[in-house]
């Protein structure tokens, strides 16, 4: 079975432009309503995720790599699906480690200025237009958020997590930061935070930063075990074409 993936196709967004004329504001409106509904469709059945961020640009002999791809293994084990941006580094060792042990593995991709390459090892992964339709799609089916190392859209995926928590637009979900001298300097702004009533105290009480894988997993399954039941599984409609869950990998 070849898991070579085609290559995603730059996209040159005019959403952010300004207004436009009334046919392309339509046109954008039902765009972003399309892509909502089949984002629905593409994931209503993969199950409970525990979603992963991070860097793109690690390699395959990376410390970061290696860790996510244990992470990967560990939240198959646990009988979650891991969910990830779909593309290569951090997001690749994730779906790989699910994938590899016989775990579902899933993606949310974005098509980018430049070229971009869905990793392959996913069984299921859906392209979006545009960001804020993908973050919401990452979280939406989430039980819980593990941060590795990462730059500006990490940053960006972790802030919005964090703002969507404090203001209870999503509740209950724990946040694992993994690499402490990495994100050491973000810790102490967050104290500078707190420090100034910029944040409220509790408001990282859900926010875990850790070396320790064991301690990150255990972290998880606590809170989840506490807080949550499981959920029956959804029945599939043959009348609206669902599909079970593909053993082999499939695009959306």
């Not at 990376?62 to 791809?69: K, N, Q």
């Not at 390459?117 to 859906?126: A, V």
């Not at 939406?140 to 928590?165: H, Q």
């Not at 105290?201 to 875990?208: G, I, Q, S």
């Amino acid at each position: 079975m070849s898991l070579t993936q085609p290559v995603i196709s730059s996209k040159k967004s005019l959403y952010l432009k300004g207004p436009q004329s009334r046919g392309v504001e339509l046109g954008f409106a039902l765009k972003v309503f399309w892509q909502i509904l089949a984002g629905n469709r593409a994931l209503y059945f993969v199950g409970p995720c525990i979603t992963v961020f991070g860097s793109a640009r690690f390699k395959e002999d990376h410390l970061y790599y290696g860790v996510a791809r244990e992470f990967g293994k560990r939240i198959a084990a646990m009988g979650f699906t891991v969910m990830t941006g779909g593309g290569p580094g951090i997001m690749e060792a994730a779906n790989r480690g699910a994938f590899e042990t016989g775990g579902r593995s899933v993606g949310c991709n974005i098509h980018l200025p430049m070229e971009q390459q869905p990793n392959k090892y996913m069984q299921k992964w859906i392209t979006f237009d545009y960001f804020f339709l993908r973050k919401a799609m990452l979280l939406k089916y989430s039980y819980a958020f593990i941060v590795m190392p990462g730059g500006f859209g990490t940053m960006d995926e972790l802030f919005n997590t964090l703002t969507l928590i404090q203001t209870k637009s999503i509740t209950q979900f724990p946040v694992v930061l993994y690499g402490k001298s990495y994100y050491a300097p973000l810790v102490e702004m967050f104290q500078k935070m707190k420090a100034e009533d910029t944040i409220l105290e509790n408001d990282l009480d859900l926010l875990l930063v850790t070396d320790d894988l064991d301690e990150a997993m255990n972290h998880i399954k606590t809170y989840i075990s506490r807080n949550y039941d499981v959920l029956k599984k959804r029945k599939r409609l043959w009348w609206l074409f669902e599909k079970k869950f593909p053993l082999k990998p499939k695009a959306i």
